[in-house]
């Protein structure tokens, strides 16, 4: 057997065209079955196929091609022998008298030409709910197995793999249309998108559970699939304003933690080391989705964290500017943990008293009740005002809260410089 290229460049190869087409060929390939697990069964002897036969003729120049070649050709004899029977299996419904990817039009009645559209939207269609959301959406999406999807989320494998069955099921069952929405129901359907990705990076950013601060693998997943949704629709400027925001936040990952594993906040951190093509690309994006009218609630988070992004040091931080941003996203986006960052930033514009006044008046509130950040804010305020007693009990209440080691280590920090 010749073998043009070695086993590790092609096992590098299939490894990149897992991680960068996976996607592209499944969505592919479900137009053939309409069965999301027969898709991807063909898109899974694919890639499997390619270990074998790359190394056997090299890597092909177009892999992703290659790849959706061989997918649909196995589903294509799939469907050939399903036999009879499977005709009344429920199967993904294809509404042929609608819009395809080809032929679907945005906002401004350019053609939307991906299929993977078609992936996302059905992963994120309303009748699912958000767990289940969430899960498809790694499963399919981003290719993991359903052990890393469970690992992701911190369920046994068998709970994992019932939940993304009865999702699949669901979708079956219910015949929910595997089909781009039409352009008037895309930015809500876009918005439950968006609405996942983001859980998908804050879950990965400060991961809420274990050892590490950071999940890299879901905040890379989650860049990834914004970066998609960004070349599939470039002209939704909320899609702009979500990556922006990430770009802008995970820029700082790097200097989130000292070489001992320690917290560091953001006026220890080494500002030398933030990742300046991000910020550069962030800030570009922002600006473009900043000229939407309303902004959306992530441009406006996006804009919040480029005042961080762009202040050469903590002293030089624009405060002022980043409530004034806050009110704007409370207005237009109210949430209490919204509130709550305002209240945070005001501490630092107005001093501590004014910030604590603020966060004191969202302690009623109910969707905060068990929220870990709302003491370990409030502990924050106090030790600044010299109500150390206050800030002890504060401290210590956000440490129940707190699952995290990482943020645990930094708490239990805090109280013992107070004397607790």
């Known amino acids: ?87 009344y299996l429920p199967l993904l ?29 059905t992963c994120c269609h309303p009748a699912l709910d958000r767990p289940a959301q969430v899960a498809l959406t790694l499963r399919l999406l981003c290719g993991l197995s359903t052990a890393e999807v469970a690992r992701a989320f911190l369920v046994s494998e068998p709970t994992m793999a019932a939940r993304i069955t009865r999702a699949k099921k669901k979708i079956a069952v219910a015949r929910i249309p595997y089909r781009v929405p039409p352009a008037a129901e895309l930015p809500e359907r876009v918005d439950a998108v968006l609405s996942v990705v983001h859980l998908l990076f804050t879950t990965g950013h400060t991961t809420p559970v274990g050892d590490e601060l950071v999940r890299r693998d879901l905040v890379e997943r989650s860049v990834e699939l914004c970066r998609m949704l960004r070349r599939l629709l470039p002209r939704d400027p909320a899609v702009a304003g979500l990556l922006a925001l990430l770009l802008l936040t995970d820029a700082r990952r790097e200097t989130r933690t000292a070489p001992d594993g320690r917290l560091l906040l953001l006026e220890e ?85 004014a910030g ?38 504060a401290y210590t209440e956000a440490l129940l809260l707190t699952q995290n080691a990482v943020e645990r280590a930094f708490l239990e920090g805090r109280l013992r410089g107070t004397g607790g």
């Open 269 to 353: 951190q080494d500002r030398a080391r933030w990742d300046r093509a991000a910020i550069a690309e962030g800030v570009s994006l922002v600006r473009e989705a900043l000229r939407a009218r309303p902004p959306s609630r992530y441009a406006l988070q996006a804009a919040i964290a480029a005042v961080h992004a762009e202040s050469p040091r903590w002293e030089d931080t624009d405060w002022r500017e980043v409530v004034a941003l806050y009110d704007v996203l409370v207005r237009l986006w109210p949430s209490p943990v919204v509130a709550l960052n305002r209240a945070v930033a005001v501490g630092f514009a107005s001093g501590p008293a």
């Open 93 to 121: 419904v294809e509404e042929e008298t609608l819009p395809g990817p080809g032929d679907a039009l945005d906002d401004e009645g350019a053609p939307i030409p991906d299929d993977r559209l078609r992936l996302v939207v």
């Open 1 to 87: 057997m010749s073998d043009p290229a070695g086993a590790s460049a092609v096992a590098a190869a299939v490894a990149d065209a897992h991680r960068r087409e996976w996607a592209f060929v499944l969505a592919a390939t479900v137009r053939v079955t309409r069965d999301l697990d027969v898709a991807e069964e063909c898109v899974q002897e694919a890639f499997a196929a390619a270990l074998t036969d790359w190394r056997r003729s090299g890597v092909p120049t177009r892999p992703g091609a290659w790849l959706t070649t061989a997918a649909r050709r196995r589903a294509l004899n799939v469907v050939r022998h399903r036999g009879v029977e499977s005709r």
């Open 356 to 393: 604590l006044a603020a966060l004191d008046a969202l302690s009623a509130e109910p969707q905060l009740a068990g929220y870990g950040y709302l003491p370990a804010a409030r502990a924050d305020l106090l030790r600044r005002l010299g109500r150390v007693a206050e800030a002890r009990e």
